[in-house]
């Protein structure tokens, strides 16, 4: 099944992540891991 195929199917609530998966994040680089720490988690301490 295609990953966006997945997606779709979440959003409808056809189908669930179990607990553990969920908020899960994947970074293909060290470069977006550190421009996510920078804008949401960084962000987030501030506000």
Do not use: C, H, W
């Not at 295609?2 to 969920?22: C, H, N, W, Y």
């Not at 550190?34 to 987030?44: D, F, M, P, S, W």
């Amino acid at each position: 099944m295609k990953t966006a195929t997945v997606l779709d199917l979440i959003d409808i609530g056809s189908m669930a992540l179990p607990e553990f998966q969920r908020g899960y994040r994947f970074f293909t680089s060290v470069e977006n891991f550190k421009e996510y720490v920078t804008r949401e988690v960084l962000a987030e301490a501030v506000a």
